[in-house]
């Protein structure tokens, strides 16, 4: 059976709005970004590479890949351009006493 386990990840005050904020959780990498209607945790490595997307772009709404320019929506990981074909995972994400805790399946 696969479980989710609520992880630590960083104080609310990590997450900069209008930036890619990378940052491991459990062994994982994942992406937080801060949208005026709260925060969204997606996987942060590339579905086409493996790329780290952290040190990618994020205009208009799109995160873009720095090797090879795959782009995906940040408020959903939903790809919109090869090479890369499939979404990034999106997990579920809230905060308590100031810090941002993510749900990540086990």
């Not at 959903?76 to 074909?85: D, I, Q, S, Y």
């Amino acid at each position: 059976m696969v479980g989710v386990a609520w992880v630590e990840v960083c104080s609310v005050d990590d997450v900069v709005e209008g930036r890619i904020n990378g940052f491991d959780a459990d062994g994982r990498r994942v992406l937080l970004l801060r949208f005026d209607d709260g925060l969204v945790a997606l996987d942060g490595t590339c579905t086409h590479e493996e790329a780290d997307l952290s040190t990618g772009f994020l205009i208009s709404g799109r995160i873009t890949c720095p090797l090879h320019l795959s782009q995906f929506e940040a408020k959903t990981g939903r790809v919109l351009n090869p090479p890369a074909e499939r979404d990034l995972p999106e997990y579920p994400v809230k905060t308590e006493g100031g810090r941002v805790l993510i749900d990540l399946p086990n």
